[in-house]
């Protein structure tokens, strides 16, 4: 026994020098010590104690396994017999200690993130903020995943509408949740109908009010990592009794003069809007007789049949350049702002660790609505986000890539946070309190009062997207409120007022 403490003596040190990584990367992280940006001390720590935490669960674990577990003969073997088996044992052994510190290297990651201190989140001058939890996760497995937020306010009431499901992938159990509250406050929220599709994941609401009836618009998936195809719809006069889902069809041009329904294309994240109460206009993504890449700009008056007004992003044919979530908000001159979330504007894709060629592309109509400007932005990739107005002026909820590494890194931190929508930029402005899987919001703007729905991983964690996602994905909605004015005066002090 003392020999083979002796032989493990240098692994055992690393391993509590590894500890002690861990401890102060903890703590950087909780007091926000270059927890971001390009010199993150806390992801480089992350690197450096899992890597010595990695070295030294290995050589433990072989060098035991070596000298006890499959212990026999060391003499050295002449014989191609011999040989062969002293090989064998010794693949065996690495084998064997390959796998099971990894696997123990995982459980200490996933034990550090669940454990780590949670950042301190300070509300901005002048906002006034006040979050609480509006939905939560429950003690339902199969059900504690809450998410993909709508929030509307009809009736002198709010109406929610949120996934309910047990994770962030497909979930073909899942369903929809209509809720209501007379105030959005924590306790006041009653479910009044659920909306499911037999054989379908369904996720990513928009609800809104076309000719005093209220609209559902959904997105059903079949495939595990989610990539819905087409858009459903459902209607409702009080809220709580809806229609059989059906297939939104869409009548499209092809630019030489003809039209044709299609059907392959997915509504954005903002519910059809409208000006006038006469004509109501939605953002979608699809694919043009199924071969080009386009987010385009539709009309209806009735919520039912929808037409193409404008091209609004053209990929080009690359389906890595796709738009997808976009975003919509009226100008004071009438015109459109769109923010279009794009997963890379190169060829480098980087799906897993990211790209820094991610980003959110700002579109601004002009010419009625027909024609489009663009500007990209590459601070962020404004997943899951909603646009509203202040004062004349456009604001967002959506995600915050905080990193470390690149835009979409799947072991990333990530925010629900609010900027400013300028035509050429975005101005990050406050996050929210919120971690790991997040974001997907809704708002709605009451009486001087920005109401934000959206969801996350408990606020008492930090986790990273992939760990909030896949491991540890139960989630709640919360509600954060703020003022309207006061937004608009600390936007003022973040370089709001450079047009």
């Known amino acids: 026994m003392r020999k083979l403490l002796k032989k493990?003596?240098?692994?055992?040190?690393?391993?509590?020098?590894?500890?002690?990584?861990?401890?102060?990367?903890?703590?950087?992280?909780?007091?926000?010590?270059?927890?971001?940006?390009?010199?993150?001390?806390?992801?480089?720590?992350?690197?450096?104690?899992?890597?010595?935490?990695?070295?030294?669960?290995?050589?433990?674990?072989?060098i035991y396994l070596h000298d006890v577990v499959f212990a026999f003969s060391h003499k050295p073997q002449s014989n191609l017999k011999g040989k062969i088996k002293t090989l064998l044992r010794n693949i065996t052994v690495f084998i064997f200690a390959l796998v099971i510190s990894l696997t123990s290297l995982l459980g200490v990651m996933l034990s550090y993130y669940y454990t780590r201190p949670a950042p301190e989140f300070?509300?901005?001058?002048?906002?006034?903020?006040?979050?609480?939890?509006?939905?939560?996760?429950?003690d339902q497995l199969e059900k504690h995943h809450k998410s993909n937020t709508e929030l509307l306010y009809y009736n002198n009431s709010f109406w929610m509408v949120y996934q309910n499901s047990k994770w962030h992938l497909e979930d073909k159990n899942g369903e929809l949740v209509v809720a209501w509250s007379p105030n959005a406050l924590e306790g006041t929220w009653q479910t009044v109908a659920r909306i499911k599709v037999p054989g379908y994941d369904v996720r990513?609401?928009?609800?809104?009010?076309?000719?005093?009836?209220?609209?559902i618009y959904f997105l059903?998936?079949?495939?595990?990592?989610?990539?819905?195809?087409?858009?459903?719809?459902?209607?409702?006069?009080?809220?709580i009794i809806w229609t059989i889902p059906k297939l939104v069809t869409v009548n499209v041009s092809y630019g030489d003069g003809?039209?044709?329904?299609?059907?392959?294309?997915?509504?954005?994240?903002?519910?059809?809007?409208?000006?006038?109460?006469?004509?109501?206009?939605?953002?979608?993504?699809?694919?043009?007789?199924?071969?080009?890449a386009q987010t385009i700009l539709l009309e209806t008056n009735d919520g039912i049949n929808w037409k193409e007004v404008s091209v609004v992003y053209d990929a080009f044919y690359f389906e890595h350049y796709q738009g997808s979530e976009a975003c919509l908000e009226f100008l004071p001159s009438g015109e459109l702002i769109s923010t279009i979330r794009v997963a890379s504007m190169s060829d480098w894709t980087g799906y897993i660790f990211g790209t820094p060629h991610a980003g959110t592309i700002i579109a601004k109509s002009y010419d009625n609505l027909t024609k489009w400007s663009h500007s990209p932005d590459f601070q962020t990739r404004l997943d899951g986000a909603r646009l509203f107005t202040v004062n004349n002026r456009t604001f967002a909820v959506g995600r915050n890539h905080?990193?470390?590494?690149?835009?979409?890194?799947?072991?990333?931190?990530?925010?629900?946070?609010v900027y400013e929508v300028k035509e050429n930029r975005l101005i990050h402005l406050f996050d929210l309190p919120s971690n790991g899987d997040t974001a997907y919001t809704g708002v709605s703007v009451v009486n001087g009062i920005v109401y934000v729905s959206y969801y996350t991983n408990p606020i008492g964690h930090d986790l990273p997207w992939i760990v909030g996602l896949a491991f540890f994905s139960a989630s709640e909605i919360r509600i954060a409120a703020f003022s309207a004015q006061?937004?608009?005066?600390?936007?003022?002090?973040?370089?709001g007022l450079i047009g």
């Open 8 to 62: 493990v003596k240098i692994p055992l040190i690393l391993i509590l020098i590894s500890i002690g990584l861990m401890i102060f990367g903890g703590i950087a992280n909780h007091f926000n010590f270059y927890s971001s940006g390009p010199f993150n001390i806390v992801f480089f720590d992350a690197i450096i104690f899992a890597g010595l935490m990695f070295v030294g669960i290995f050589i433990i674990l072989y």
């Open 122 to 138: 300070e509300s901005p001058p002048f906002v006034g903020l006040n979050t609480w939890t509006a939905i939560p996760s429950g």
């Open 204 to 215: 990513d609401p928009l609800l809104t009010v076309i000719n005093d009836t209220m609209f």
């Open 220 to 239: 059903p998936n079949q495939q595990f990592d989610p990539e819905p195809e087409v858009t459903f719809w459902c209607k409702s006069k009080d809220g």
């Open 258 to 292: 003809t039209w044709g329904s299609e059907w392959e294309w997915c509504f954005g994240r903002t519910e059809p809007i409208t000006k006038d109460n006469i004509t109501w206009y939605v953002m979608a993504s699809g694919f043009k007789k199924f071969l080009r």
């Open 402 to 417: 905080l990193g470390p590494g690149l835009i979409g890194n799947h072991v990333g931190r990530k925010r629900t946070a």
């Open 486 to 495: 006061g937004l608009v005066l600390y936007a003022n002090t973040q370089g």
